[in-house]
């Protein structure tokens, strides 16, 4: 079984930065590919980026591209989204996953 929780969310203006946060706990997670999903009001949950722990290999969807920077701290058994330049369309629920299992989610609101 494994827990995720994120943190970090919170009310921005455009143009701000946030860095959301999820803490794995219950399983050694080293070998398996991390990924930020996020759902805004009346759309559905969409892919934001991922990391994969062994090869350090890196995906962006291009709404975010060069704004956000996925990283992660395996000893803290924790990945990060640092999100730069952010705009009202970012407004969502951001949720961190690992396989099959969803954190609670943290929100973001950024006010234009």
């Known amino acids: 079984q494994v827990q995720l929780v994120e943190s970090g969310g919170g009310l921005v203006q455009a143009g701000g930065s946030l860095r959301l946060s999820c803490a794995a706990s219950?399983?050694?997670?080293?070998?398996?590919?991390m990924a930020w999903f996020r759902q805004a009001p009346g759309k559905e949950r969409e892919f934001v980026a991922r990391i994969t722990w062994n090869t350090g290999n890196l995906y962006y969807a291009d709404s975010v591209k060069g704004r956000f920077t996925i990283s992660g701290d395996n000893a803290k058994n924790t990945i990060y989204l640092h999100m730069n330049s952010l705009k009202p369309e970012d407004t969502a629920v951001y949720y961190c996953?690992?396989?099959?299992?969803w954190g609670q989610g943290t929100q973001v609101t950024v006010s234009s």
């Open positions: 219950g399983r050694t997670f080293s070998w398996y590919t």
């Open positions: 996953s690992l396989g099959d299992s």
